[in-house]
Each structure stands twice: as C-alpha cells, then as structure tokens.
C-alpha cells in the first residue's frame, strides 16, 4: 500500500474493528455484498459505469447515514421520515456521520454566487463589518465617531495656560418655547450661556438674567438674531495644565455631558478665537453614514441590498447588446441599431458631424473603440449627443406608441445603474480596507485576491481585531487554489457554473469547517479538471484525510488510484452483469488481480487504441478575432468531418470560445433562435456546408420526473405499440395510450402516473414515498394484467437496457432504437428510470444514442456500428455535433464504446468537436485546438492546433506534458 503523509498504514485485516463494515448489500444490482471500508483512509470506489458505484456509496452508505441523522430528530418529524425507506442492507457497522458531495448544481437562485456558497463572502462581511474605515464621497477623508477619550486626549495636548471653554449647542426642545427651556436648564445645574458671534470673540450670558428679560426681548435674542450667531450652553471653563487623575475625572465628565445635552454634537473654543467641533455621529461633509454592521454588507438583506435591483446586480433597462447588436461595425456603417431611418439618422448624422471637434473615429469598429471612445458614445460631451442622449429623449415621448414600440425593442437585462453591478446600497460601498470596498474584493479572481490578503496592510489594533476572520478567509480562498478554481471571482453566480466546479466549491465549504471524524463521499470530484490540477486536488482530499476523516471517492482517474490507501473494483460488468466486489487493495493489488477490469487497464493489458492515421480533411469554419472573457483576439480554424477536441487547463477558455461564440454564432447563421453571441469579428468558411448544429451537453434531457431514457429515444412508443396488439388488450379495447402513464386512461389515478407521492415538509426537503395504490408500479391493475413473454409493461420498465435487447431479440423496430444505448456504454440504465437520477455524463450519452438512432433509422439498409450503410446522410445532410467533456463518469472501458459512437458518426458523415480533458480521447483526435497556457487573465491564447502527435512537442502546452 502506498504510504502517505510519513505514517505507514497497518494492513486492513488489523484495523477490522474500527472500519465501517457493509454487510449483505442489496440496492439496485447489488449482489449481496459485504465490503469494509478502512476508516480515516482516502478509499477509491471505482468500476464500468453501471457496475454498482453510487448504490455502495450514495445509496447504501449515505442514505444510512442520513437515516441515522434523521432518527435523531422529533417525533413530529420523524413521522414522515420514518417512511423513508431503508438501504436494503443487513447491517452497517462502524458508520460516522456522513456528508455527500455530488456533481449536481445545488442551486439556481441568482442571488447565490461563489462567494456565498464558500462561505468566504460571510467572513469578507464580518471582516468589512469590525476593521473598515468608511470614507466620505465628497472630501475623501475618514468619517469617525468621536467619543470623550478623543475629547480628553485633545485637552491634554493643549498649551499650558490656554483658556478652554466646554460648550454644547442650544436647542429647543419638542414644543417648548425659550423661558420654559431656560428653566429646565437651570434646574439641571446650567447657569450660562456662550453666544458665538460671526466675529471672534463669544459672549457669556447668565442663564437667571436671560430670564429676567421680557419675552420680546427673548424672542429677539434667540430666534431673531443673525444666522451668524450660534448660540451654547457653557458646560465647563478650563485652563490647560499638566493634568491630575481627579482632573481628568472631570473632564471626561464634563465631556460627557456636552455630548449628551447637545445630542451627540459638542465643542471647544480656545482662547476665544478657535473653535473645535466634535461630534458622537456618524456624520461628515453634512452626509449622515451608515454604521458597519455584517447586515449592510449582505445583497440578501433588504437592510443592505440596493434598493434599485434589490441585490440582483441587473435591472431592466437599455441593454448594450441590443443597441450595437453587431460591434464590428464602425458608427459610420451603423453600428447602432436604433440611428436608422429617415428620422432617426439625424442623430447619427449630428454625432459625426461633431466627432471631428473631439477625434472621435467614426470608421473604427466598436469592438475596436478605447474605453473613452465608447463611453463618449454612449454619454457624448459638448460636442456631440450621445446613445444614453437619445434614449433620454424617447422616455419623453413615451406618450406617442411608436416610441413605446421603439423602446421595447431595446430593453434587456443590464447592469444596474444605482449600485454598478455591485448588489450592495452605496453606503456599503463607502466602506473600505487598504483602499478597496467589498464589492471590488469579489470582482477579483480568487488567485488575485489571495495575493491581495497576502500582502493587506493593517494597524496592529485592527490586525488583532480581523486576527480570526483573516484565518478563515486565506485557508478557504488556498482551497480553492488547491481544488483549481483560482480563476473564479467571488461574483460568479453559482448556476453559472458546471457540476465539477460545484462540488469542488462544496469541498472548500467541508475543509473550511474542520469536521473531524466523518465520513465524506465524493461522486467525481475531478470532472472538469485538467490533469495539472488533479494533483492539488488529491492534496487537498489528503488533507480531508489527515484531520481524521474517511474519504470515499467515486473516481475513474488513474492518479486518483495511483495515490488512494485503498482501491474497490466493482464489477465485472454493468447492470445485472455488475453489482460484485471483483477486487480491493491497494493499486498493487487492483494490478495484480486477474479478474479486475479497472487493473487490466492500469497494467496496459488492455488499453484504448489510438487509430493508426489521422482522418484528412478539407472543409472548415474559422472564427476570428474572438475576444469574450478571457480570450485574448485568437483567429482558430476548425476542422469538419473530423473528430477535434479543444483542450487547455480548467478556466483556460475552452467554454467561451465554442459554447458561447462559435455554437450560438452559427445557430444565428442558421437563422434559429439562440442566446447572446460571444464577442467576435466573424465565423468565415464552409458554413453552409453545415445543416445542423447539435449541442450535446450535460443538462437533464428532461425536466418532468416522468422523462426517462426510453421516451427520449422515441423506443416507448414502439413498446405501447407492441402491447397494445396483444390479445387481452384487444378485449379490453385498450390502445397504445393506455400504456402511456403522462395521459388518463391506463395509468394510476392517485399518483398520476408517477409511481411516487410527495410528502411536503415544512423545514426538510419533501419527501417521495412509493404510491399506496399501485405500489410505485404506475398503471392500473387491468392494465398491468396485460402481458408479453410473461412480462407486464412495468417489468419492461424496470428492465435495464441490456435485459430489454434480449427480450425484444424478435422485435427489429425495438432492438434498432435501444441498440444505440449500448452502444454508448448505458446498457445498465433502466428503460423506465426517471431522468432526474441520471447523472450529467449519463443525459450526455443519451443525447448521443438518439442522434445515433435517427441516423441509422435512416440508413439503408440499417448501418453496423463503425460503418455507414448506404446513405445516411441523404435526408439529415451534414450534422456538427459539439460536446461537453462527454467523457464524465466512465470508466477506461466506457470510454472505448464512446470513442467507437463517435467513429459511427463521422462514418455516417458527419463533425464532431468535443471540449475535454481526458488524454485517451485527446490521443484519438484527428484535430487538437489547445487553449491556456494559464486559467484566467493568464489564459486565453491558442497555444497549439494540429495533429495530437505534434502537441507533445509544444513546451508552453500542460495538455502535452500529460500526453
């Protein structure tokens, strides 16, 4: 075994007692298993897809471990809950408390970002909340409360023999007039008055002979006199000296009360010349601010959000995108969408005229502008109107319905006005540390923003105060460096990122609160990531080890196995196939057991073949100038008829320049409906050699829970078919959509089909329970009576996709539409399983076997896997198909199946480009793009495009050191 971190691990028959000991495991294909996994150990689970990996971990394990949690709750909860069904297990000896990190995106909200998912933005609160200074907008100086120790300190550091006078300002108070004031004064203690006349030099007054005056008199001496007079009540006279304990006593009481009778407003005169105001608000420049509280610094608080977008960021008002729909163009050739026409060019006809007086290039494409040059076409100056100008004057005329009509056409999501984008009121923002506000902190990219702790400046007072906040925040802002996301600001929203990317922000959460003996499982935590970052990620699963925890990783990845204490094969094969144990141990042991699959692969014994010749190719589309995001103005080609795979580093660019410039660019050419295109100069060459645009991605292939795989690939309505022919459903009179449970007539009434009823909780997560009536089986009773082979259509349902090509071996029309999902490596999923279980990888492939199915429903004849029968393309034409790292969640062999679907869809004529990390896919291109050589700002630049053979030889390039 491979010793880590120093300690020599004891051999695992010797640690028996203290493992967590799984006995008699029977979920789904599980064959009655007993497994030991060592405790405080990083355990790898891994085998085919299918073979039985999530129903040891998450099904078995974890839903134990939450059934235990859940048993420790109230009886009132726990009467729903005891209705959670139990692993179906014998017993589980020695489990800890468990936590599941899965691939999902936890959330959609879009006020939920990376820095609230980590937690990191709560400390950046409390921290902004303890040490920041706030700064006034208008004289740039720091606002402060003074309180009587300042007051105190400023009297001891005058000269001695100064004449100092305590005063705190005269107000009426409430309804009362001047005598009745006077008097409560006097009866306070207070006998004098301090009139401070617009000259130097005050007056004493005393408070009995003011009284003594007529009250015209008062009235003349108090409300009518010059603005310029201010009138005191006169606390205390002092001469400045050495001072003693007793006198500081009374001074500090002295102080005190100014500050109390003048409600928080005091002062000193000196000498009778110079004036000193003090005062206990929070007040400067005549603004009153806001006190740092952690609330004021939070966009989910009505008490700090911006009160325009209400903490979104985004308001609905002129969107950019829309005014200068293509920035290529320069203003002189229209750039701006709504200068046209015979009226409305007037505006663009005035801007260039006075372009001349300020150089403003009129033949330059926007997209070329300097950031001046933009913002003085859109706010213009002196000489000329600008957009904003424009718009301006349209609001005016909002009475009229062709400028209704008009602004409409312009309106979009944009970033809000009143806070920048920042979500938080402008009061939070005056708030800063070392000169930067908290919404300028999160904007940064975390691997920025570490450096910016790393070298932050504070006074001793305050570094002792933010002493255990800054702890927190730089151990989870180095998780997040050490899990390979140092390009993500704090900013990013959290459904604007991939399932890789969640789980590893989930890990820095777990890591950051230091739970000790517990038992973490991770579903493929190194999705996503390039091989340089899989190192720092098992770093950082080893330091989840060393604090006293057992780590579970659900993996594929070879380095993962490499550095593991301990390895689970489960096998052999997928589905009714798998469910078995085939081997444990260390990787020596995985290597060296015969009948382990993962190790005939980790020995070389069998391994995914590269192809002897790269395909050739002709036609191509090349997209120039790119430049969203990170991308730094690149020019790529790439190729058609090919399979071509764009490579790089996590954060490199990969994303941005197929997913959102070249894919929705190409819709758009295609003239279909598509999100905003990336920022571009153009998609030039064989563009209309392409028919069809297909984006394969890692999103449910449906949203209803009654979506399942074989509806997606229309093989369901040739199975209703089937069983609506049969003998008892023609005396029944029962048709195809009695067989269907997403209409009446044969499904079951009380569930509506979804074999499951949800129980609503107040403060849990709802709970499904199995319907009463049909018992999770879906349809009613006469129609399950309806058979085929012995079989009713639930047991075709429940079948997995392996089990049902064997059943419907007579069927051609069933077998021709399933066949696909073996193909793809899915032979182990259920026919009837619902949608939302499939993982991202699973939706993936599924995706792929449709587009498979059509193309072979349309060869003739029907075309062998790896082959083109006849010609398939006659009625698709030519398909680019584009995938997202379809790699995800299959194992050594699964891949071997992928790579042979993507031969059969090139064979039948079609593109193929795929963004992906794997190095055997890499090695299997005809065509590699590599992006990088960093994440981020440090990314973003084409480093290699050519054949995989040359990428090895590219030294900037980390994709070729792996290869």
């Known amino acids: 075994m491979i010793a880590t971190s120093g300690k020599k691990k004891k ?27 060592p405790r405080n150990q990083l355990v790898v689970v891994t085998g085919v897809s299918g073979s039985g990996k999530s129903s040891l971990t998450i099904d078995t394990l974890f839903a134990e471990g939450q059934r235990r949690y859940a048993e420790s709750l109230s009886a009132y909860a726990r009467q729903f809950l005891n209705r959670m069904d139990k692993p179906d297990v014998d017993f589980i000896k020695g489990l800890c408390p468990a936590i599941a990190i899965e691939q999902k995106v936890i959330t959609r909200t879009p006020r939920s970002t990376v820095g609230s998912m980590t937690e990191v933005y709560d400390y950046l609160r409390l921290l902004f909340a303890r040490i920041g200074k706030t700064i006034s907008p208008v004289s740039g100086e720091e606002v402060k409360k003074d309180d009587v120790k300042d007051v105190v300190e400023a009297i001891s550091t005058h000269n001695t023999g100064d004449k100092i006078l305590i005063l705190a300002p005269f107000r009426l108070q409430g309804k009362r007039d001047t005598r009745e004031e006077l008097n409560i004064l ?263 923003l570490k450096q910016w702790f790393d070298a932050l400046r504070l006074s001793d007072y305050d570094r002792q105060v933010a002493k255990r906040v800054l702890i927190e925040i730089r151990q989870r802002l180095q998780v997040l460096l050490d899990v390979g996301l140092g390009y993500l600001s704090l900013n990013r929203l959290a459904n604007s990122i991939s399932g890789g990317e969640s789980q590893r922000i989930q890990l820095t959460r777990s890591l950051g609160s230091n739970l000790t003996n517990s038992l973490y499982i991770l579903d493929e935590p190194s999705i996503g990531l390039h091989s340089r970052d899989t190192a720092q990620l098992i770093k950082v699963l080893k330091e989840l080890r060393d604090l006293g925890n057992t780590v579970v990783v659900v993996e594929h990845d070879e380095m993962m196995m490499r550095e593991a204490d301990h390895i689970i094969d489960m096998g052999p094969l997928a589905s009714h196939l798998g469910g078995e144990v085939t081997a444990e141990g260390d990787y020596d042991a995985i290597i060296g057991n015969k009948k382990s699959l993962t190790g005939k692969y980790l020995k070389g014994e069998l391994k995914i073949e590269t192809p002897a010749t790269v395909r050739k190719w002709k036609q191509s589309v090349t997209v120039e100038g790119a430049r969203e995001h990170n991308l730094k103005n690149i020019t790529v080609e790439f190729p058609l008829n090919v399979l071509c795979v764009v490579s790089g580093v996590s954060g490199s660019g990969k994303t941005t320049l197929v997913k959102q410039i070249v894919y929705p660019a190409l819709k758009k050419i295609k003239g ?47 199975i209703r078919d089937l069983y609506a022919k049969q003998p008892l459903s023609k005396i029944n009179g029962f048709q195809p959509k009695h067989f269907s449970f997403n ?9 509506k089909g979804e074999g499951e009823q949800v129980v609503e909780m107040q403060f849990l997560a709802d709970v499904h329970l199995t319907c009463e009536v049909c018992q999770g089986k879906r349809f009613k009773e006469e129609v399950l009576e309806v058979n085929y082979k012995d079989k009713n259509i639930h047991d075709v349902l429940e079948m997995s996709v392996e089990e049902a090509l064997q059943f419907f071996s007579d069927e051609k029309d069933i077998l021709a539409k399933l066949k696909p999902l073996a193909d793809v490596g899915l032979g182990y999923i259920k026919l009837g399983q619902s949608s939302g279980t499939l993982s991202g990888g699973e939706a993936q492939r599924v995706k792929l076997a449709s587009f498979l199915g059509k193309g072979r429903s349309q060869a003739r004849p029907p075309a062998r896997l790896g082959h083109s029968g006849g010609d398939d393309t006659a009625g698709r034409g030519h398909i680019l198909f584009i995938f997202d790292e379809p790699t995800t969640g299959l194992h050594f062999h699964d891949i071997n199946k992928l790579l042979t679907s993507f031969r059969a869809l090139i064979a039948q004529g079609h593109s193929i480009w795929v963004i992906e990390h794997n190095t055997d896919v890499i090695r299997n291109a005809d065509w590699v793009i590599d992006l990088g050589p960093e994440a981020g700002d440090e990314g973003g630049n084409l480093v290699f495009a050519g054949i995989p053979e040359n990428l090895k030889k590219v030294k900037e390039s980390y994709t070729g050191k792996f290869l």
């Open 672 to 718: 279909e409906f598509t999100e905003k295109v990336g920022m571009h100069k153009a998609i030039t060459g064989d563009v209309d050699y392409i028919t069809q645009v297909e984006l394969v991605d890692q999103n449910p292939i449906g949203k209803s829970s009654r979506s399942n795989p074989v509806t997606y690939i229309k093989a369901y309505d040739e």
């Open 11 to 37: 051999p695992l028959a010797q640690r028996s007692n203290n493992n967590i000991l799984i006995k008699g495991a029977r979920v789904h294909n599980l064959k009655n298993i007993t497994v030991e996994i």
């Open 186 to 448: 006097l009866q306070k203690g207070f006998s004098r008055l301090y009139v401070i006349p617009g000259s130097a030099g005050g007056e004493i007054l005393r408070i009995e002979d003011t009284l003594e005056q007529k009250d015209t008199e008062l009235k003349k001496r108090f409300i009518k006199n010059p603005p310029a007079d201010r009138m005191y009540i006169l606390i205390d006279r002092i001469v400045a000296k050495p001072f003693d304990e007793a006198d500081m006593h009374r001074l500090a009481d002295s102080v005190g009360t100014a500050f109390f009778e003048g409600e928080g407003e005091m002062m000193l005169e000196v000498n009778g010349a110079k004036q000193l105001p003090y005062s206990s608000r929070f007040e400067k420049d005549g603004i009153t601010f806001e006190e740092p509280v952690p609330n004021l610094f939070s966009f989910n608080n009505p008490y700090g959000a911006c009160p325009v977008c209400e903490g979104f960021s985004q308001v609905l008002g002129i969107d950019a995108g829309l005014v200068i729909p293509d920035p290529r163009l320069s203003l002189y050739e229209g750039a701006v969408a709504p200068w046209k026409g015979e009226k409305l060019s007037r505006w663009k006809d005035e801007f260039i005229r006075g372009a001349k007086y300020f150089n403003f290039p009129v033949h330059k494409p926007v997209i070329d502008l300097t950031p001046q040059q933009y913002d003085e076409l859109w706010n213009g100056n002196a000489h000329a109107k600008g957009i904003n100008d424009f718009f301006k004057e349209v609001e005016q005329n909002l009475y009229k319905v062709q400028y209704r009509v008009l602004l409409s056409r312009y309106r979009g999501r944009t970033t809000c006005p009143e806070c920048k984008g920042y979500r938080l009121r402008k009061e939070a923002l005056y708030v800063k540390v070392d000169g930067k506000h908290i919404g300028e902190l999160c904007e940064l990219q975390v691997k920025d």
């Open 743 to 751: 209409v009446e007539g044969g499904r079951c009434d009380a569930c």
